[in-house]
Structures are given as C-alpha cells and as structure tokens.
T-cell receptor, first 113, second 115 residues
Framework: NAGVTQTPKFQVLKTGQSMTLQCAQDMNHNSMYWYRQDPGMGLRLIYYSASEGTTDKGEVPNGYNVSRLNKREFSLRLESAAPSQTSVYFC????????????FGPGTRLLVL | LAKTTQPISMDSYEGQEVNITCSHNNIATNDYITWYQQFPSQGPRFIIQGYKTKVTNEVASLFIPADRKSSTLSLPRVSLSDTAVYYCLVGDLAVLHTNAGKSTFGDGTTLTVKP
C-alpha cells in the first residue's frame, strides 16, 4: 500500500515547455486534488476531482489542465510553463469530497526558467 | 468557505505544551475543523478533526468553544520533531454542491521547538 505517489519528484522546464505531473493512489479513494505551494506559503487548490469522470476548478486553475484518467490516477498538465508556475505541487486524495482526511503525496518540485 | 486566521509563528521548548489557536468567525453550520501538520519537503499529514467541544487522539487535542468561531490545537509535551507548519482547515461537508470540498489551506503556523 503505497498511498499517494507522484512523478516526477523534480523537474526543470524552460518557459513555454509543457509537461504532465502524474499522481496515483491505491486507497480506492473517490476524490483527488492538486495543490501548489509556493515558498513560505500555504497550499492553494488548483483542481479537484470529486469522482472518476469529473473535474472542477479550484482557487488557481489558470495555466493548468487536469485529467482523471481512472479512479486511481489524476494528472496535471502545464501546456506552456511560465516562471510563475515554479512551485511544489502536491497531489492528494480522500474517500469523498466531504471534509475527511486527505492523504498527500510527497510532492513534485517544479522550476521554470 | 470560512476564512481562517492563525499566528504566523510560535516558539516553544521541549517538554512544554503548545496551544495554537485558529480563528474562523464565518464558520458555517456544516463546517468541520481539521488540522494538518507539514514537515519540510513533505506533504501535509492529518492530525485531528472536530465539530464541537473537545476531541482527543494519540497526537493532539482539539478544543472548540460553543460558538465555534475559534479552535485550539493542543500538543502535549512537544519534542524537536514536532517542529513543523500546522494548518487549520475549515470546510463544508456538502458533497454535491459545486463548492463542495474546496477547503482552503491558509499560511499555517510555523512551530519551532527548541532544546
């Protein structure tokens, strides 16, 4: 039982490049989330998925797209990376959207030059 | 969503009890209060959750007054390993509403435990 896994752990991009951050959970959770955390700041919700087949915008969705590939996997795509997207990205999951325990992955550190 | 306010930082010494207070004046009837802990370079980890009065587990206690406009996370006898950022999270239980689940992490409280 690995919990929530994220790949890659670290990535450097040039402005304008694209990439996809992968997230998978093995806890049979229905809901999944993507957050970003800028240095010294709290987490901000980018997108979430209530259940397989649904996605919705969070607080800071601009510049990102997501795909809920199946119940286990929720990917985050940056189509044209910008320096403002330099951050640590955390994926999380929970049994449902109700305020219950969210389980977080180890994070992906992204640097956009 | 209820906006939360916490102290930016707190210092303590090993063996002391630490109380971190979170203000959430606009808490709604269906909102629960959840606290997370985040160590450097790691994702947040759930500590405790409550709706009213007092909740206790093996890690911490959570005190919520009757008006629910604030809550206090209590960490008994802290050690150096409790140095972390602590987030107070207030969110709605509704499942199907479009805003459901959009819980907001604030900036958290950075707790530094000194020897």
């Amino acid at each position: 039982n690995a919990g929530v896994t994220q790949t890659p752990k670290f990535q450097v991009l040039k402005t304008g490049q694209s990439m996809t951050l992968q997230c998978a959970q093995d806890m049979n959770h229905n809901s999944m989330y993507w957050y970003r955390q800028d240095p010294g700041m709290g987490l901000r919700l980018i997108y979430y998925s209530a259940s397989e087949g649904t996605t919705d915008k969070g607080e800071v969705p601009n510049g990102y797209n997501v795909s809920r590939l199946n119940k286990r996997e929720f990917s985050l795509r940056l189509e044209s990376a910008a320096p403002s997207q330099t951050s640590v990205y955390f994926c999380a999951s929970s049994f449902s959207l109700r305020v219950e325990t969210q389980y977080f992955g180890p994070g992906t550190r992204l640097l956009v030059l | 969503l209820a906006k939360t306010t916490q102290p930016i930082s707190m210092d303590s010494y090993e063996g002391q009890e630490v109380n971190i207070t979170c203000s959430h004046n606009n808490i709604a009837t269906n909102d629960y209060i959840t606290w997370y802990q985040q160590f450097p370079s790691q994702g947040p980890r759930f500590i405790i959750q409550g709706y009213k009065t007092k909740v206790t587990n093996e890690v911490a206690s959570l005190f919520i007054p009757a008006d629910r406009k604030s809550s206090t996370l209590s960490l008994p006898r802290v050690s150096l390993s409790d140095t972390a950022v602590y987030y107070c999270l207030v969110g709605d239980l509704a499942v199907l509403h479009t805003n459901a689940g959009k819980s907001t992490f604030g900036d958290g409280t950075t707790l530094t435990v000194k020897p």
